[in-house]
């Protein structure tokens, strides 16, 4: 097996960092204890003698485990890991140090982002000027003056530490600040600017030049339209309203609105064409480097875009000093570097989407392009072979994230292969169409019609059956999932390629070893399996405690009840008097979900105020 230190490393630091999230104490005790295990195992029970063969026998499989797990992996994992848990929880303890209660406070910092309108006030992060590394929130009433990017203020207000979480796998205020490294947010009462444009000289350009971009495509192009265009170049989606987003969602084409590697490899194309022959290939290859880093500064270093970036600037240097690549290590240096900056954007949505979507066309677009072509046409048209490769693109990388999006959105889009499908094809012209669009104003009017055809895509969401809701799986069921995943996957390998390794060989015998040996015994087996069948039935014909949950809805009251027969009654459904969020689709419906229900068998309404019964739920 290759070996990658770089892709360890980067698991051992992942490791660590979720035993920090989840555990209080250090993962250096669980290590210490495990070893004491294996010390006291070696020392009183492990006996060198021969023993009789055995088809299930850890010691009979050690060695293939040994090829993924050696000494060495072992060493770095552990070294990796205890570093990365001990930065988590000096980083929680800081976070907890600082967070104080409600309170007047006066401080002095610099604007690092774009303004955020709201209904009744702006928020802007502000980096403070005597810490380093934490930000703060702050909501400026409408009719004070507006901030820019780049100010630094001074301010007065009341300081608002960020709330808990309010419900069963409910939203995480805390957790979601943490992923932006802010400390809470301050309600402005004073506030004066004491100079202009006091960040670096790289972050100003990028700014102006970002907000000429956004100036240009709201000049052009009309509301709807020109929020979703600086999605789509700029990964900006605070203008996009809330239907659109869940649109693009359900019909699952939301990443198109997140830059990626699609973005890049388009940047990549058209770099090349324009300057290729004018500059020659490796000047033009430093350039595009160059281009694709200041990108990075435009859009704002999400996760999604760092990864491709930095993807891509890895592929391209490797070029330029004759060398190749290694795909692998390319991703765990990307990732590596999101997560020493901060280890809390581990839990962001967006990298775990971007990077599992990305390892699942690594692992299994081969895999699904060999099974299409063996159901489909054996016609060699150019048209049908494009539509196989968009397929497996699609498929390889949905049947990666897709426990992830149930996890957090609990929706699966029913017609993703079609919405893919057709987006795939529009999505080329109208990113490039967009770029051109930035300079000048002669693709207007076909980028309008590509938009508007990328927003009728998007309306798959209104059709029967678009979306099924489905609980939130556990932790458990996701590892289980992705684990019988890579076992299917790499079956596959073994039964359809003809030069098997010796390790493939030897796990091929040991599977139809496996299968004659069921077959021996196949009736004491299918007996076990009907025994266990039944005990779990009869297990969950026994009644179970009565539940009762009183769910936080604000200022309204919801009770949802599962009786010990196992019905659930849903009493009241919460209510807000702001016509802008509902809490029956925002509060109440992910909270069941979240408990394990997608069925209520009653509904009752003890009172028909707003705060108890206005709601969609």
């Not at 702050?138 to 808990?164: A, F, R, W």
């Not at 600086?230 to 997140?258: P, Y």
């Not at 891509?312 to 999101?338: C, F, Q």
């Not at 969950?540 to 405690?545: A, C, D, I, M």
């Amino acid at each position: 097996m290759k070996e990658r230190p770089i892709l360890v490393a980067v698991i051992g630091y992942m490791i660590g960092i979720l035993w920090g999230l989840y555990f209080r104490f250090s993962i250096v005790l669980c290590y210490i204890l495990v070893l004491a295990i294996y010390c006291i195992y070696i020392k009183f029970f492990s006996i060198h003698k021969k023993h009789k063969f055995k088809l299930i026998s850890f010691n009979r499989y050690r060695r293939y485990l040994n090829l993924f797990i050696n000494q060495k992996v072992i060493l770095i994992l552990v070294i990796v890991s205890s570093i990365s848990n001990g930065i988590v929880l000096y980083q929680n303890n800081q976070y907890e140090n600082t967070y104080q209660d409600e309170e007047k406070l006066e401080v002095t910092g610099i604007v690092v982002g774009q303004r955020i309108e709201k209904q009744y006030y702006d928020l802007y992060p502000i980096k403070l000027s005597n810490e380093k590394h934490f930000k703060l929130l702050i909501q400026v009433n409408k009719k004070m003056q507006k901030l820019e990017y780049g100010d630094k203020v001074k301010l007065q207000g009341t300081y608002k530490k960020p709330s808990e979480q309010r419900n069963y796998g409910g939203y995480d205020d805390e957790q979601s600040l943490k992923i932006q490294k802010v400390i809470g947010r301050v309600k402005v009462e004073q506030i004066e600017i004491l100079e202009k444009k006091q960040l670096n000289g790289i972050l100003q350009l990028a700014n102006q030049v970002k907000s000429k971009i956004k100036g240009n495509i709201e000049e052009r192009f009309e509301e709807e339209k020109s929020a979703i265009l600086k999605g789509l170049l700029l990964g900006e989606t605070t203008s996009i309203d809330q239907e659109t987003k869940e649109d693009f969602q359900i019909s699952n084409i939301s990443h198109v609105l997140a830059i990626s590697g699609m973005h890049i490899t388009y940047i990549i194309i058209g770099i090349k064409i324009l300057c290729q022959k004018v500059i020659g290939k490796r000047r033009t290859k430093i350039v595009t480097i160059l281009v694709l880093i200041f990108y990075t500064f435009i859009t704002g270093f999400s996760p999604s875009i760092v990864r491709a970036v930095v993807m891509g600037v890895i592929m391209i240097g490797a070029e330029i000093v004759y060398r190749k690549s290694d795909t692998w290590n390319t991703i765990a240096i990307s990732l590596l570097g999101i997560l020493i900056y901060n280890p809390f954007l581990i839990l962001s949505v967006g990298l775990q989407l971007s990077y599992l979507g990305t390892i699942g066309i690594i692992l299994f677009y081969s895999t699904i392009l060999q099974i299409l072509n063996a159901i489909g046409s054996k016609r060699k048209l150019m048209i049908f072979e494009k539509i196989k490769e968009i397929l497996a693109v699609s498929l390889s990388a949905q049947i990666m994230i897709v426990p992830i999006l149930i996890y957090h959105f609990n929706i699966i889009g029913i017609y993703f292969l079609i919405t893919n499908l057709l987006v795939s094809f529009m999505i080329g012209p109208i990113i490039i169409l967009g770029f051109f669009s930035i300079i000048s104003n002669i693709f207007v009017n076909p980028l309008t019609i590509g938009l508007e055809i990328l927003k009728l895509i998007s309306k798959f969401s209104k059709f029967p059956f678009a979306k099924i809701y489905l609980p939130t799986p556990k932790n458990i069921y996701i590892i289980l999932y992705f684990i019988g995943l890579v076992l299917l996957n790499q079956m596959y390998h073994i039964y359809h390629i003809n030069h098997l390794t010796t390790t493939q060989k030897r796990v091929k015998n040991l599977i139809a070893l496996f299968y004659y040996r069921f077959h021996q015994k196949k009736k004491k087996y299918t007996r076990y399996i009907l025994i266990i069948f039944l005990v779990i039935v009869v297990f969950s014909l026994f009644p179970k405690t009565l539940k009762i949950y009183f769910v936080d809805v604000g200022q309204g009251d919801c009770t949802f009840i599962v009786t010990p027969r196992n019905k659930t009654i849903l009493i009241d459904g919460g209510g807000s008097l702001l016509e802008e969020f509902d809490v029956g689709k925002r509060t109440v419906i992910p909270y069941l979900l979240d408990r394990g229900y997608t069925t209520i068998d009653y509904i009752m309404i003890s009172h028909f105020d707003q705060d108890h019964v206005r709601s969609d739920c």
